[in-house]
């Protein structure tokens, strides 16, 4: 249980109990409820305070939620939707291009990652919506900067960035302070993902003359290579919740299907059989479904299936594409 909702429940509570338990309200019962109330109030400042607690919005645990970069407007804009595709909530508003969002990992409150241009260039950003709103820059200099990864403890973020000639994969503190390189190649190394121990780090990289998908520690070692495949693998890639399997796109029959393989670079496995470009893929929480983008029916929307490729289901129906970015954990 998150620590600000388990503080409120605790709240709500105490002071059911000092309601119930000052009647009738004179002698000692007036002092009984001062001082159960004093006490209330004391965890109505942790809950309304307590570190680590990006936003308390309207969400409470369990919600399912989906983020998605969108040109329904006429420009690239960050959106909210039900796992069901309903009730689609435009959250960024700039007539820049604003996309790849990121839930914070806590999976309770309104702290969202970012990649925009509206600077000039594109720049790493972190905005808290809802009640208490906050935009906060975090990456600044004349390169490119973008496609951010909370890690799983929200401590760092992993992005890519071409600040030192080519694309390649880096890590900050969550502030943006203390940005270290993680790969070191002339090639293109995108698309990358944490497990969610936070221990080792999933990507594609085209360092071997095509793009493979490949696992390195969080600090850069110990790379090993998953596929090898003469097309190219993974314009981004997905761990399962539980870090047992690695769901990527790959252009093998010519055009991007969706796979999963395992972690350890066995069982791979073709999940869409469409002409189609599907790609972008992500997991549910609960590791039972995948979603993906995918330009079947003429322009690229949101479609969901069962993690075994089944079941297949449209969330989105709109004139501008629609890009699957981040389900709420």
Known sequence: MHPTYA??????????????????????????????????SWLFLLSTSCSGDPFDGPFSPGDSRILFTSGRD???????????????????????????????????????????????????????????????????????????????DCSQMLFTSDRDGNLELYV?????????????????????AWSPDGSRIAFASERAGNREIYVMRADGTDLTRLTNNLVWEGRSVAWSPDGSRIAFDADRNGNYDIYVINADGTNETQLTHDLAEDRYSVWSPDGQRIGFTSDRDGDDE????????????????SVGLDVLDSWRP
């Not at 969550?174 to 698309?191: C, F, K, M, S």
């Not at 949101?302 to 129906?317: C, E, K, P, Q, S």
Request: glycine share 10%; aromatic share 8%.
């Open 7 to 40: 503080l409120k429940k605790a709240l709500a509570q105490l002071t059911g109990v000092c309601l119930a338990g000052s009647h009738p309200p004179m002698g000692r019962g007036i002092m009984r409820l001062t001082r159960c109330l004093l006490a209330a």
């Open 74 to 152: 006429g420009n690239l804009n960050i959106f909210m939707m039900e796992e069901d595709g309903s009730a689609p909530i435009r959250l960024t508003r700039h007539p820049a291009v604003d996309q790849s969002a990121h839930w914070y990992p806590d999976g309770y409150g309104w702290k969202i990652a970012f990649m925009s241009d509206r600077d000039g260039d594109y720049e790493v950003f972190d905005m808290i919506t809802g009640g208490r709103r906050r935009l906060l820059q975090l990456t600044n200099n004349a390169a490119r900067d973008g496609f951010p990864r909370w890690s799983p």
């Open 172 to 192: 900050m503190r969550a502030d943006g302070t203390d940005p270290t390189r993680l790969t070191w190649n002339p090639e293109t190394d995108i698309g990358a």
């Open 302 to 317: 949101i479609y969901m299936m069962d993690a075994d490729g089944t079941a297949l289901v449209r969330l989105t129906y």
